[in-house]
């Protein structure tokens, strides 16, 4: 029995192909522990290309300066020119937000709870049991048309802005536990906007405001008595004042000097394309809030007295006081309106002020 060899298989076209590109992908796989890395680099130290950019964004700014003096970096430059634009990350826009959240917020939240809480006590202790004003029958007029309106006016701007501005201040840690975060969204966004398109109109009425009041609020002769008297709260009955008295011209004053102040830090932050940094900007809006809690709380108290004492808001109301509160708070300016023959009886003032209606006269010319 003999051995035969089994036939050759005829390799074809195709199988070549496949054969010649196996062998050169097994040379390549073994040529690949010997090759060089781009850049003359080990291979596992091959950096992502954005990690140094990054990096150096990423440096606070005494590290930067530090660099620049050694000469390690050039000046930063952009090609948007205009302020701040070269930097990328500010190291104060995180210590502003940090010093809002743990100290502005809360200490002004603890100073407006403290006066509320104050006022309240007061009232129920004091207030609450001031007698009403001995009823005469007897009227002076005590503010025109005009003052009403505008007190009421830029009482009434005063409170959207505090209630809007409270908002924005406390609204995260208050009410998102109360609504959620999607109602809070809404609720911020539109006190936001509501915010800043009426504040101007808080300066309009405060400079009208000084100019309408500015002469009966100047110190006068027995100020300081009534200062020290605190109003009657030491020594009985109130002392003699003219048309305002001592606290009501340090109220008003306050209100000048503080208001023009948060509306100007407000205009800072409501146009911030007009050259101002971000310090400048967290500066504003720092006085901003700290003025606008100090009126908060002066407001309370002023509405506190306005309540307390009574008769106090018919001035506010209508106009006309009763002459008998007129003569125990604001005894001057009633004795001067006496002497004048501006005194009027209830019926005179219904029958003036009616006439003055209809045919447009004045109220301080109907009083008259």
Not at 142 to 166: D, K, P, Q, S
Not at 224 to 250: C, Y
Not at 251 to 276: D, E, M, R, T
Request: hydrophobic letters at 45%; aromatic letters at 10%; glycine letters at 10%.
């Amino acid at each position: 029995m003999s051995f035969r060899p089994p036939p050759c298989r005829r390799v074809t076209r195709s199988g070549w192909i496949c054969w010649v590109l196996l062998a050169g992908l097994a040379l390549l796989v073994a040529d690949l522990p010997a090759a060089a890395p781009s850049h003359d680099k080990p291979s596992a130290k091959v950096d992502d290309p954005g990690t140094d950019l990054w990096r150096f964004v990423r440096r606070r700014a005494p590290e930067l300066r530090s660099l620049a003096e050694k000469g390690a970096i050039g000046p930063v430059t952009t090609q948007v020119k205009g302020v701040d634009t070269s930097v990328l990350i500010n190291d104060k826009g995180q210590e502003w937000r940090l010093y809002r959240h743990r100290m502005l917020i809360p200490i002004s939240a603890i100073v407006l709870g403290t006066v509320a809480v104050l006022l309240l006590l007061l009232y129920l202790a004091v207030g609450r049991r001031v007698p009403d004003p001995r009823e005469t029958g007897k009227r002076l007029l005590r503010f025109v048309a005009y003052e009403r309106t505008l007190h009421w006016f830029m009482a009434a701007i005063f409170l959207f802005l505090g209630v809007t501005g409270l908002t924005i201040l406390y609204g995260r840690p208050l009410l998102i536990p109360l609504v959620g975060k999607e109602s809070f969204s809404a609720m911020a966004s539109a006190s936001k906007e509501g915010h800043n398109l009426f504040g101007p109109l808080f300066l309009v009425s405060l400079l009208l405001f000084l100019q309408r009041f500015w002469r009966r609020n100047l110190y006068s002769r027995g100020d300081l008595r009534w200062l020290i008297r605190l109003g009657g709260l030491l020594g009985g009955d109130s002392p003699p004042a003219g048309f305002f008295n001592m606290g009501e011209k340090m109220l008003f004053w306050l209100l000048i000097a503080v208001g023009l102040l948060i509306c100007a830090s407000g205009l800072v932050l409501l146009f911030p394309n007009f050259g101002q940094g971000r310090l400048l900007m967290e500066g504003a809006h720092l006085i901003h809030t700290l003025g606008a809690v100090l009126l908060l709380a002066t407001i309370m108290a002023h509405i506190y007295m306005g309540i307390a004492t009574k008769g106090a808001m018919d001035g506010m109301k209508g106009g006309y006081v009763e002459y008998s509160w007129a003569r125990h708070h604001h005894r001057e300016w009633a004795d001067e309106e006496e002497k004048k023959g501006r005194v009027l009886s209830e019926e005179e003032v219904r029958r003036r002020f009616g006439e003055a209606r209809k045919i447009g006269v004045p109220e301080r010319e109907a009083g008259t």
